[in-house]
């Protein structure tokens, strides 16, 4: 899905990765439950050949994901960016049907509409237009998740955009809008909600786009940024070790990029919400489980 510059001019080769659409809800009473923290670093390797590929993404219109040990995301506060399309738009469904109060983020105001209109009538969601590129954007959406009766539980850091080229004709400006966004932006909005997150002992999931020490054709700036939002994983868990915070990582393959995938459309949506259902199952295992890297393997 093309997007466009923040000078507003259409930009070929810049587009989503996919890592991410969704209604407004004055439901917003969302209330406290307890979730437990294991600081040990250690990998949940998530096989998608274990789960049948869905058979059409109207089923999550349907019935959507029932992942396990769902009374853990009962009632809990989630911010999911990204959630624009792709994977992030299944990711905030999925975690709405498993009870979840769904806040989504993204700067396609017209594709968060899209995903809220998919929700159920009775499912509390709000959408918050935001460029994570942009720092003041930021902060006033935090100062609106901030109104809300209860702290955040779980953030899920899906947004970013990737812009292909090699290094010989990779523009700079290129390079930099995706440091913005796909770096500096879950940077500032992960410290910002930090204090929420240590009241509500809550979890950072970071979904990365590149597997560390893999680059792949006409990948180069937006691995470069993946590696430091690896960086950024890895530092985080090891400061808030000592806190209630968990840290998590979800390495997704290039398969499941919009920029990247040569599947049909359909093809494309089936593969987000199995991706998405597989993030899910792995968030709600036991959270004593110290699991802090998940490896997405395709068919």
């Known amino acids: 899905m093309s997007q466009r510059s923040n000078s507003g001019e259409e930009h070929p080769r810049r587009r989503h990765t996919g890592l991410s659409r969704a209604s407004n809800s004055p ?29 059409s993404p109207n089923l999550i219109l349907q019935e959507v994901i029932h992942a396990r040990a769902a009374d853990d995301l009962r009632g809990k506060l989630v911010i999911v960016t990204g959630a624009s399309e792709g994977v992030g738009r299944y990711l905030a469904l999925a975690l709405l049907d498993q009870g979840a109060r ?5 700067r396609d105001v017209a594709g968060l509409r899209e995903t809220a209109s998919l929700a159920r009538a009775d499912w509390p969601i709000v959408y918050l237009p935001c460029d994570l590129g942009n720092l003041t954007e ?21 947004g970013a955009i990737e812009v292909r080229g090699d290094f010989a004709s990779g523009a700079l400006e290129d390079l930099d809008e995706q440091y913005l966004v796909n770096v500096r932006g879950p940077y ?3 410290r910002r909600l930090l204090g929420q997150l240590q009241t509500a002992k809550g979890h950072i999931v970071f979904l990365n786009g590149v597997e560390p020490g893999t680059v792949g054709p006409q990948e180069l700036q937006y691995s470069m940024t993946m590696a430091a939002l690896t960086a950024l994983a890895q530092g985080l868990s090891n400061e808030l070790a000592s ?3 968990r840290v998590s990582t979800a390495y997704v393959p290039a398969a499941f990029r919009v920029a990247s995938t040569k599947l049909s459309e359909d093809e494309q949506e ?3 919400c199995q991706l998405a259902t597989s993030i899910v199952s792995s ?3 036991d959270p004593q489980s110290g699991v802090s890297m998940m490896v997405v393997q395709s068919r």
């Open 270 to 272: 089936q593969r987000s």
């Open 138 to 158: 930021v902060d006033e959406v935090v100062e609106f998740i901030e109104r809300f009766d209860r702290p955040v539980d779980l953030v899920i850091l899906a």
């Open 27 to 55: 439901d917003l009473a969302w209330r406290a439950l307890p979730h437990g923290h294991d600081p040990h670093w250690e990998e949940a390797v998530v096989d998608l050949r274990e789960n049948p590929m869905p058979r």
């Open 243 to 245: 806190s209630d915070i």
């Open 283 to 285: 968030i709600c295992e």
């Open 102 to 106: 769904v806040c989504v983020i993204g």
């Open 188 to 190: 500032a909005l992960a």
